[in-house]
């Protein structure tokens, strides 16, 4: 097995830390695995994805960030049919935007947020 070097902050390595006890994992390297194995799975079932869709994007950010939350979504409003802010605690925000149009213009909006690197969370569901 290949041998890959990665840094990672501690915030994010107590994290996995706390999965790896959680869920039993042997150590940090499984932790990673798994999730690595997650993010190709959900790669590959959004890359087969065509034609007109309904779905529900989620991000979650710091408020410091409204900005780019804005410019991406002016540039992709013939797809937003609605978008939901809310304030959670400290300084995050959850947006909910309801989505409808052809997948690959979803699929630009959600790379757009994921490319950002100012997002803590995007997650894109088709309905």
Same mark, same amino acid.
């Given at each position: 097995?290949? %041998?890959?070097? #990665?840094?990672?902050?501690?915030? #994010?390595?107590?994290? %996995?830390?706390?999965?790896?006890?959680?869920?039993?994992?042997s150590? /940090?390297?499984?932790?990673?695995? !798994?999730?690595?194995?997650?993010? @190709?799975?959900?790669? /590959?079932?959004? !890359?087969?994805l065509?034609?007109?869709?309904?779905?529900? @994007?989620?991000? #979650?950010?710091?408020?410091?960030v409204?900005?780019t939350?804005?410019?991406i979504? &002016?540039e992709?409003e013939? *797809? *937003?049919?609605?978008? #939901? &802010?809310?304030? @959670?605690?400290?300084?995050?925000?959850?947006?909910?935007? %309801?989505?409808?149009?052809? !997948?690959?213009? %979803?699929?630009?909006?959600?790379?757009h947020?994921?490319?950002?690197?100012?997002?803590?969370?995007?997650? @894109? *569901?088709? !309905?």
């Amino acid at each position: 097995m290949a %041998i890959v070097s #990665i840094s990672l902050n501690e915030g #994010i390595l107590d994290e %996995i830390d706390k999965l790896q006890n959680e869920l039993g994992f042997s150590g /940090r390297s499984e932790v990673v695995r !798994a999730g690595v194995r997650m993010l @190709l799975a959900d790669s /590959r079932d959004k !890359a087969v994805l065509e034609g007109k869709l309904n779905s529900v @994007l989620l991000l #979650i950010h710091t408020q410091k960030v409204e900005d780019t939350v804005t410019e991406i979504k &002016h540039e992709f409003e013939d *797809i *937003i049919s609605t978008q #939901i &802010h809310n304030h @959670l605690r400290e300084d995050k925000c959850l947006e909910v935007f %309801i989505l409808e149009g052809d !997948a690959a213009r %979803i699929k630009q909006l959600v790379r757009h947020f994921q490319t950002s690197r100012k997002m803590d969370y995007v997650k @894109l *569901i088709v !309905a």
